[in-house]
């Protein structure tokens, strides 16, 4: 599975921008799908995940209640919704996808998009 998350940019604080992430070829059935974020000199970390069933989220708690993660109505394309963003989100996001339910860390997904930079000034 190919995948490929585009969207990133430059924002100001408070800001919002949608990720977005396709598949090439191929829809997101039967995966379990997640966003992750690596700032510089930081360890890649969970954002939110989307259960195979398409029915469950999860989010980290820095993003709860500002992101959402979703995909549309023929899983063709995963979202990441990101409002009221923060200087500290700014990172390199990565869309991934993993065989299991669902998953937490960057090992449980066996699929990676290239990444999308986002910029929060402040």
């Known amino acids: 599975v190919q995948l490929q998350a585009s969207g990133g940019g430059w924002v100001q604080d408070g800001g919002s921008l949608r990720l977005s992430c396709s598949a090439s070829?191929?829809?997101?059935?039967?995966?379990?799908m997640g966003w992750f974020r690596q700032a510089p000199g930081k360890e890649r970390e969970f954002v939110a995940a989307?259960?195979?069933?398409?029915?469950?989220?999860y989010y980290a708690d820095s993003v709860k209640g500002r992101f959402t993660i979703s995909t549309d109505d023929v899983k063709q394309t995963l979202y990441l919704q990101m409002n009221r963003l923060k200087s500290e989100d700014t990172a390199v996001y990565y869309c991934?996808?993993?065989?299991?339910?669902?998953?937490?860390?960057?090992?449980?997904?066996?699929?990676w998009g290239q990444g999308t930079q986002v910029t929060v000034s402040s």
């Open positions: 991934a996808a993993t065989k299991e339910l669902y998953g937490f860390h960057s090992h449980e997904y066996d699929y």
């Open positions: 070829g191929r829809t997101f059935s039967g995966y379990g």
């Open positions: 989307l259960s195979w069933s398409g029915k469950s989220t």
